[in-house]
């Protein structure tokens, strides 16, 4: 059965030539607004003849190193310096950001765990159905910007999918490592049937994804690795001119090959790791111990490392309950492809 359109609107010109500031208006009903709307910052900067790249960050609203450096580049960019579109949306998900929630805070809704989405369903679902049926045709490139929000803390990359279509893989994987990010990895996700991801791999889309950092804030340091990433997408996928520019140390390449990377919490308590982010774990190694807060003199249970590799995330609050991820191990490769 058919979708009916959906019911947000743009008040830009995706088509127009030059810089335009405006909004994904999305009608809702709430307590303290009978007739209002969701409004999503949209930014469209176009010139001439070129690919159309779609630049995301807010997808989670607690995850600050996308939205800055997009916003920032929604105040800066100019037509002249573009060859093509360049369509950026700092706050995907708008009410999870003004919350500074991971998740809606009109519907509690995860934008990237609702794709495709439904434009007859919450108000996350018909984000993700707008983004899956008006914002992923119109592009060719997308680059979603994802860090550890409140919960996590994640070793700076950039990632892509293993893929049916091996070219389609390929140009993601190039874009992923094009990037500029200390690290690039071939990432495993745990549950990919729903994420953002898949709606715009599906349509045959090249994507690339990030981790920039987390604990719900942002850092000089990682801002300037998502800033320059962000340049770098654009260079290398011909929006705009320029080179490349690299880390100054060879970019780490890792893989995550299956969910035994993940390392999740069977108890609840307080956490202690074992290892800072980035560095090499070997296999059988305790990377964590989880301490029963209910009463001391108990030893701590261990979690050892199913793999040796290097420890790319973390859990960022010693609190942790029974099935939060703690950490998660990474292979280190030689190459990726």
Not at 149 to 164: E, K, N, Q
Request: aromatic share 6%; charged share 20%.
């Amino acid at each position: 059965m058919s979708k009916r359109p959906s019911p947000i609107s743009a008040t830009v010109d995706f088509d127009a030539e030059g810089v335009q500031h405006g909004f994904l208006k999305l009608p809702i009903s709430v307590d303290d607004s009978a007739w209002g709307a969701v409004m999503i910052p949209v930014t469209v900067v176009k010139h001439g003849q070129g690919p159309t790249a779609l630049l995301t960050g807010g997808n989670h609203g607690d995850e600050y190193e996308g939205i800055t450096a997009l916003m920032k580049l929604a105040s800066t960019l100019r037509a002249e310096d573009v060859s093509g579109r360049v369509i950026i949306v700092p706050c995907m998900n708008q009410p999870a950001v003004m919350a500074g929630k991971r998740t809606s805070g009109l519907d509690g809704g995860n934008l990237n765990r609702s794709f495709p989405g439904d434009p007859d369903g919450t108000v996350t679902e018909r984000i993700a159905d707008y983004f899956t049926r008006v914002m992923v045709p119109m592009s060719d490139v997308v680059l979603d910007l994802h860090s550890g929000g409140r919960t996590l803390d994640i070793i700076p990359f950039g990632a892509s999918h293993v893929l049916d279509d091996p070219e389609q893989q390929r140009r993601a994987l190039e874009g992923a490592k094009a990037f500029g990010a200390p690290y690039a990895m071939m990432m495993f996700e745990l549950d990919a049937a729903a994420l953002f991801d898949t709606a715009v791999e599906s349509q045959g889309k090249v994507f690339v994804a990030t981790e920039l950092g987390g604990g719900g804030t942002s850092t000089p340091q990682s801002l300037a690795i998502t800033e320059r990433g962000v340049r770098n997408f654009l260079i290398h996928y011909g929006l705009v001119a320029g080179e490349v520019e690299m880390p100054r140390e060879p970019q780490v390449y890792l893989d995550m090959p299956d969910a035994n990377c993940y390392v999740q919490s069977e108890h609840s308590g307080l956490l202690e790791l074992a290892f800072a982010l980035g560095e090499r774990v070997e296999k059988g190694e305790v990377v964590a111990r989880v301490y029963d807060l209910t009463r001391s003199g108990t030893p701590p249970v261990a979690y050892h490392a199913s793999r040796s590799g290097v420890l790319a995330a973390r859990r960022h609050p010693a609190l942790v309950n029974m099935g939060d991820t703690i950490a998660v191990i990474a292979d280190i490769v030689d190459t990726l492809s």
